[in-house]
């Protein structure tokens, strides 16, 4: 059942943003999948629509009214698809052009963090062009002696790897350097990671994720079948709010709006530890957000007509 004042007919023509050529294109694709169906079973009347296949003026010439973005990664997660959609005065959900292109990036989500104190692993950034497999062991021992490697400007953890020895690691570099110019190296946090999902403003109850993967990779995420996930995360009350507030501070430091998701990880000692920020995570009704959503009482349906909602008002 729709959310009290709205109806389908207050949304118009709804076009979800689906597919698109980012390296999390199946992701998106049952993503934006899951969301269509779910507004077409609340009598919305919406379409999917691949950016990778049709021109986004497409959006204009059929009269789409507002875009439920369900892009994952570059062109859909990092701003590009948002000013796209402004420069056609064509609402959308979730975050702007800065805060999405600030989440999307890896490297300044850091320095943003670093820079308000908020609480980040220790960390170096590598380029592409200036790199030296010679550094490998002073980072390692800078580091702590095991460290993670990131891609800049890539979700899904795709490219991720976990490193401790020298050699290991030039690979791990090499390999991130072929999905981004730009490599975050990380500091391992020996612990359980977390997810705080925020919408409207809201932080949804925490999810914790355990896997016996190295770290919740890519395939503990979407094809194995040992991952657990625990909501609510157990952890006492006074910290799940602690986790709360981080969540949503560091989520607006970013200049997050509307909704998204965001990780964290938590040490031996009890500290939690920002991983980043997700302007547009996954949908599927197995995903992290509506899980969180159930746990808080809301139904798959009610997440996706409250997150559309957010187009009801300017952008």
């Given at each position: 059942m729709l959310l009290g004042k709205y109806s389908p007919e207050s949304f118009g023509?709804?076009?979800?943003?689906?597919?698109?050529?980012?390296?999390e294109r199946e992701v998106s694709l049952a993503s934006g999948s899951a969301v269509l169906k779910t507004l077409h079973d609340a009598g919305i009347d919406a379409h999917g629509f691949d950016p990778a296949h049709r021109s986004i003026h497409e959006l204009i010439s059929e009269s789409f009214d507002r875009a439920f973005i369900m892009l994952h990664g570059r062109g859909g997660e990092d701003g590009v698809i948002q000013g796209?959609?402004?420069?056609?005065?064509?609402?959308?959900?979730?975050?702007?052009?800065?805060?999405?292109?600030?989440?999307?990036?890896k490297v300044l989500s850091k320095l943003v963090w670093s820079a308000r104190n908020m609480p980040t692993a220790?960390?170096?950034v590598l380029e592409k062009a200036t790199f030296n497999a010679d550094e490998c062991a002073l980072i390692l021992a800078d580091l702590g002696g095991t460290v993670m490697v990131k891609p800049s400007?890539?979700?899904?953890?795709?490219?991720?790897?976990?490193?401790?020895?020298?050699?290991?690691?030039?690979?791990?570099?090499?390999?991130?350097?072929?999905?981004?110019?730009?490599v975050l190296v990380e500091a391992y946090i020996d612990g359980p990671e977390y997810t705080v999902a925020i919408v409207n403003g809201k932080a949804l109850p925490s999810i914790r994720m355990t896997s016996p993967h190295d770290f919740?990779?890519?395939?503990?995420?979407?094809?194995?079948?040992?991952?657990?996930?625990?909501?609510?995360?157990?952890?006492?009350?006074?910290?799940?709010?602690?986790?709360?507030?981080?969540?949503?501070?560091?989520?607006?430091?970013?200049?997050?709006?509307?909704?998204?998701?965001?990780?964290?990880?938590?040490?031996?000692?009890?500290?939690f530890y920002l991983l980043e920020s997700n302007t547009a995570p996954g949908m599927t009704e197995t995903s992290l957000v509506p899980k969180a959503a159930k746990q808080a009482g809301m139904s798959f349906q009610d997440l996706v007509v409250r997150i559309l909602s957010q187009?009801?008002?300017?952008n």
């Open positions: 023509k709804v076009a979800v943003l689906l597919g698109g050529e980012s390296a796209a959609l402004q420069q056609l005065k064509i609402r959308y959900t979730g975050t702007g052009v800065l805060g999405s292109a600030l989440a999307m990036d220790d960390y170096r400007r890539e979700g899904s953890s795709i490219g991720m790897a976990k490193a401790n020895e020298p050699k290991v690691l030039q690979k791990a570099i090499e390999t991130a350097f072929t999905f981004d110019d730009d919740y990779d890519y395939d503990a995420k979407y094809g194995s079948n040992t991952t657990e996930y625990f909501c609510p995360s157990g952890l006492p009350a006074a910290q799940e709010q602690e986790l709360s507030r981080l969540a949503l501070t560091a989520f607006e430091m970013l200049s997050g709006a509307g909704w998204g998701r965001v990780d964290l990880m938590r040490d031996k000692h009890g500290k187009t009801l008002s300017e």
